[in-house]
């Protein structure tokens, strides 16, 4: 009974490692991102104006220019529940609403100081909605940030595989 067992087992196992590249080989970044929508129309360009104000670009890309906005908005909708979804959606919408009320002008139109002051007073205000999605969002932008391919390998210099094997030298 046991050897049955073990016998289908690997015989699956083989069969899944049979079958793995040619299944892998089809994913291309096209037909991925064809099932991956924003939650709503606009709300990447919002975004990226968002992450841009969180890590903004000096003499290193900025969030932006990495396309933090992008991941996050990707982590939002694959990660998270639909109430953090909703949670998103509304804080996006309250961007607006608080830089309207504060500048007199939508969010992406703002200036940067004033993009600073809508997202500090989102994070004092008393909405709730208001602070979880400036917490959210600051976090996710600055993992994202840290773990790009720029910051990874020009700041951080992350070695993939540390310790490299020189199998030809000469021992003295």
Known sequence: ??????????????????????????????????????????????LGEVVETIIPETTTPGAKSL????LVDRMIRDCYGSEAQQAYAQGLNLCNEFSEKMNQKSFSQASKTEREKVLKEMSTSDSPVAKDFVALVKGLTIRGYLNSEYVMTNILHFNMAPGYYHGCVPVK
Request: aromatic share 6%.
């Open 1 to 46: 009974m046991k050897r049955r067992s073990a016998i289908k087992n690997l015989s699956m196992a083989v069969g899944a490692a049979i079958a793995w590249p040619s299944w892998a080989q089809a994913w291309t970044p096209e037909s991925l991102s064809q099932t991956t929508q924003p939650i709503h129309a606009g709300s990447l360009d919002l």
């Open 67 to 70: 396309k933090v906005h992008a």
